[in-house]
């Protein structure tokens, strides 16, 4: 590996008043050409070092500074910060944040034009990024009608116009569907061939990282937790619980197999590591348990010949009929942009058909106020704060209330009973904006809940979230489904779909193209092709080990491998 591009020694940094230390004494080092991940909890202070590699820590951000950031051998405290925006290309974790351009060509253009170069290399060095993140046919859209996925690739584009040495990913596919997931990282894979480059990566996804990272960073409140091969962290089931992290699902099948006595070799952590050392599936005829579509509840959602078109001409939602029953899981998928959120905003009149009819618990939706639906649909956004405005939590919860007239008595009756459910209540007095984005995300569902709506829709539940928080929040849904809510659930965890969801509702180009259940979904390739989605790792996992049906989860790969061994024997 060639000299370090970064060079962290004693590093130690806390915000003003935040009264505790975000770093504590990290010293670590980024070389050029390396792949370079860094995982943590929520609030372990993996963004708060992204922000140091470019000097926006401490230039723009006030607080304690100690121990020393070397880059290319200049202090990064006193160095210009023009300098070294040149150098260390920084894409955070909210696109939003960075697009400042009208069109999706002007904003990749940003970047090199502020460095004073040539208009037509300005231009070039755009568009070269654009298609490199495939959006190469986008430059003259509205850069602010773009969805969140194609945001984030829009982010990441003006950050890679600007020819950084190093470049630094905050979750850069948080918003994005498998399938553009994987094109970024192919994208970075290409990026990272350069061995004058280096590639810092801040990511959830242990499978991605196991598959990329040269060496990974674990941090766990502010210090480092491990610095080496990802190989042997995932390895080590206590070093991951102990950083409230998860393993790939290839290596928690392998530790289920060993606990089960039926594997003794070292733990793979990516799919052909164990396509290569796990056994086969014993030969055996079987058809694991499917969900058995609900016909007796009644229906909240009829949606027949549902159609919109945008002003701006873009039919975005075409021809959908569609009937969801009271107590159903579902789950709507898709790629960024095919109509998912448009479909979604119907339910509560956030947007009204152009074509077609739409009826909530049996009432016309298009006769109704959006204050009328969100008795019955509940929607939570994807992102949090474009929901939250009051002054504390108690407050947020109950504006909903007031609003439909409700005694003041019995608002503070029903707000402590809604906080205690999601586990906020400890926190009723505390600003919204001084909570974790988990807990904030906990609050948009609890002013959601609190209208007791029959249907609760949650758009990306689990977005930018740790292991823990992720667990926590479906946890929650799964409690209130059992409580007898239909959860319509918008996500690109394709996890998340094959551990709770009863039901998929497929999109592609404004259109459903398939209305059926996660393990059949799973099973199928040509419709996961159509709808550019991929299974999880473990379902890939098991077709390839001859698994005798669709497998969804680790747990449930061990059981019936075990199984299957155990009827072999007799």
């Known amino acids: 590996m060639s000299e370090p591009a970064l060079d962290i020694s004693g590093l130690s940094f806390s915000y003003r008043r935040s009264g505790s230390w975000q770093l504590a004494a990290i010293s670590t080092q980024v070389r050029r050409g390396e792949r370079l991940a860094i995982m943590g909890a929520t609030g372990a202070g993996k963004s708060t070092f992204a922000m140091v590699c470019n000097g926006l820590i401490p230039h723009h951000h006030e607080g304690q500074f100690l121990g020393s950031v070397l880059l290319d051998g200049v202090d990064t405290s006193t160095a210009d910060a023009i300098d070294m925006v040149r150098k260390v290309g920084l894409v955070m974790q909210d696109p939003e944040t960075q697009i400042t351009g009208q069109t999706v060509l002007t904003d990749a253009a940003v970047g090199p034009a502020n460095f004073g170069l040539p208009k037509d290399v300005v231009l070039e060095r755009a568009q070269a990024a654009l298609e490199l993140v495939g959006m190469g046919e986008l430059g003259d859209r509205d850069a602010t009608a773009l969805s969140g996925g194609q945001k984030q690739r829009l982010a990441i584009a003006g950050i890679i116009a600007m020819q950084p040495d190093i470049l630094v990913l905050d979750e850069p596919t948080s918003e994005l569907d498998p399938q553009a997931t994987e094109e970024v990282f192919a994208v970075v894979k290409r990026i990272s061939a350069d061995a004058d480059t280096a590639l810092v990566v801040i990511d959830h996804e242990p499978e991605i990282i196991a598959e990329w990272a040269d060496r990974l960073l674990v941090l766990r409140d502010g210090r480092v937790a491990y610095d080496g091969p990802p190989r042997d962290f995932f390895a080590d089931v ?17 530790l289920g197999l060993q606990s089960r006595g039926q594997f003794d070799g070292p733990i793979p952590v990516t799919l052909d590591e164990a396509v290569a050392t796990l056994p086969r599936f014993a030969a055996q005829e079987r058809t694991l348990p499917d969900h058995v579509p609900e016909t007796e509840a009644p229906i909240v959602i009829d949606a027949q010949g549902l159609s919109h078109t945008y002003k701006t001409g873009v039919d975005a939602l075409r021809d959908v009929t569609v009937q969801i029953r009271q107590g159903e899981f579902v789950a709507i998928l898709g790629r960024n942009g095919a109509g998912k959120t448009t479909f979604a905003r119907h339910l509560n009149g956030l947007l009204r058909p152009t074509a077609g009819a739409l009826t909530i618990a049996g009432k016309d939706a298009a006769d109704q106020p959006i204050s009328h639906l969100a008795l019955h649909v509940g929607y939570v956004f994807q992102n949090p704060d474009h929901q ?43 600003h919204p904006f001084t909570l974790g984005k988990g807990q904030r995300q906990r609050l948009a569902v609890a002013s959601v809940l609190a209208l007791e709506p029959e249907v609760l829709v949650i758009d990306e539940p689990t977005t930018g979230q740790d292991h823990v928080g992720a667990s926590s929040m479906l946890q929650l849904v799964e409690e209130l489904n059992q409580a007898g809510h239909t959860i319509v659930m918008i996500t690109h965890d394709m996890t998340l779909v094959a551990q709770h969801a009863r039901r998929v509702l497929l999109f592609a180009g404004g259109q459903m193209i398939a209305d059926t259940t996660p393990r059949r979904l799973f099973g199928d390739a040509e419709l996961l092709q159509r709808g550019n989605l991929v299974a999880p790792q473990v379902t890939r996992l098991g077709a390839q080990l001859g698994a005798p049906d669709t497998i969804l989860t680790p747990a449930e790969y061990v059981e019936v491998f075990v199984e299957g061994v155990a009827a072999h024997a007799h």
């Open 388 to 430: 939250i405005f009051a002054a504390s939590v108690r407050e947020e919860v109950a504006f909903g209330l007031r609003n439909q007239g409700w005694d003041e008595d019995r608002i503070e009756a029903r707000v402590d009973a809604v906080l205690q459910q999601v586990g906020l209540h400890a926190l009723r007095d505390r």
């Open 238 to 254: 206590n070093a991951v619980e102990a950083a409230a992290l998860r393993a790939p699902q290839v290596a928690e099948v392998a």
